[in-house]
């Protein structure tokens, strides 16, 4: 059974960093996409960003040029430094990882339980 735990959240004044990580357990084949989405207070999850087996990234808007993803394949672990961190930030981050269990199995989303990210002064 595979499980994703994000660690790193945390309390944090406008304008400091965090870093996030999302670390994998149980026998994975291949990891296609991993990715970072927030849901904040009253509002829907969103992607803030992605990074695909080639390494290639996409940002939200909102965080672009703040944030940077990361991915570590050996360890099947992906990160996100945040820094700059604005109230609006504030949310619970979860981890997204696209991947396949078995060489034979479809492609399958996996979700961390979720960190608290809080931005506050």
């Known amino acids: 059974q595979v499980q994703l735990v994000e660690s790193g959240g945390g309390l944090v004044q406008p304008g400091g960093s965090l870093r996030l990580s999302c670390v994998s357990s149980?026998?994975?084949?291949?990891?296609?996409?991993m990715g970072w989405y927030r849901q904040g207070p009253g509002k829907q999850r969103e992607l803030v960003a992605v990074?695909?087996?080639?390494?290639?990234?996409n940002y939200s808007e909102a965080v672009e040029g703040r944030f940077t993803i990361s991915r570590d394949d050996a360890k099947n672990t992906v990160h996100l430094q945040m820094n700059s961190l604005k109230p609006e930030d504030t949310a619970v981050y979860y981890c997204?990882?696209?991947?396949?269990?078995?060489?034979?199995?479809?492609?399958?989303?996996?979700w961390g339980q979720g960190t608290q990210v809080t931005v506050s002064s």
């Open positions: 149980g026998r994975i084949f291949t990891v296609d996409d």
């Open positions: 990074i695909s087996r080639n390494h290639y990234t």
């Open positions: 997204n990882f696209k991947l396949k269990l078995y060489i034979w199995t479809n492609v399958r989303d996996y």
